[in-house]
T-cell receptor
Framework: DGGITQSPKYLFRKEGQNVTLSCEQNLNHDAMYWYRQDPGQGLRLIYY???????QKGDIAEGYSVSREKKESFPLTVTSAQKNPTAFYLC???????????FGPGTRLLVL | SQQGEEDPQALSIQEGENATMNCSYKTSINNLQWYRQNSGRGLVHLILIRSNEREKHSGRLRVTLDTSKKSSSLLITASRAADTASYFC???????????FGTGTRLKVLA
């Protein structure tokens, strides 16, 4: 069953804590993306990666970090430097040279 | 990268009616995509129309593109309650990996 999985569905962060959101795809896609969505808003690009071991900052990268050690995986860490992390986080992937992005089900991050 | 702006922000119709939503953008594009997002879920790709196409159909969906006006419209015919969702457009340029999604059109179909 091909697709993109994100875990967990809900994540709670304590003050000053780093948390990591998982994103895995078995679509053999080269490119992967992380977006943040606030209530009633559009999506804003955090980071994207076109190839393993390479990634670029999006429009709102401050307070976030990523790694791309494997083609299938693109985890996002929300660091303590991100002062307003409460949001819905979406991961997506696309095939090299293809415009269509395929999205995971999302992770909702809440601050305790 | 550029942002598409969807209009209207919200739309409420009765089941069986047609729903039309619009997207405007500012610079030249290679294609334009439409996505749907059900509440609390990820986005789902609906349709892609290329800059040399004027109209495209997929089931109950009809998309038009007017590059001279830098605008696109998405028509959903014979709407169903299951069509209730937010709809986003993504104007894209080949080779770019940065899409900027607008705030979308929130469609509510009343049974």
């Amino acid at each position: 069953d091909g697709g993109i999985t994100q875990s967990p569905k809900y994540l709670f962060r304590k003050e000053g804590q780093n948390v990591t959101l998982s994103c895995e795809q078995n679509l053999n896609h080269d490119a992967m993306y992380w977006y943040r969505q606030d209530p009633g808003q559009g999506l804003r690009l955090i980071y994207y990666s076109q190839i393993v071991n390479d990634f670029q900052k999006g429009d709102i990268a401050e307070g976030y970090s990523v790694s791309r050690e494997k083609k299938e995986s693109f985890p996002l860490t929300v660091t303590s430097a991100q002062k307003n992390p409460t949001a819905f986080y979406l991961c997506a992937s696309s095939s090299q040279g293809r415009e269509t992005q395929y999205f995971g089900p999302g992770t909702r991050l809440l601050v305790l | 990268s550029q942002q598409g702006e969807e209009d209207p922000q919200a739309l409420s119709i009765q089941e069986g009616e047609n729903a039309t939503m619009n997207c405007s953008y500012k610079t030249s594009i290679n294609n334009l995509q439409w996505y749907r997002q059900n509440s609390g879920r990820g986005l789902v790709h609906l349709i892609l129309i290329r800059s040399n196409e004027r109209e495209k159909h997929s089931g109950r969906l009809r998309v038009t593109l007017d590059t001279s006006k830098k605008s696109s419209s998405l028509l959903i015919t014979a709407s169903r309650a299951a069509d209730t969702a937010s709809y986003f457009c993504a104007p894209t340029t080949s080779g770019t990996y940065k899409y900027i999604f607008g705030t979308g059109t929130r469609l509510k179909v009343l049974a």
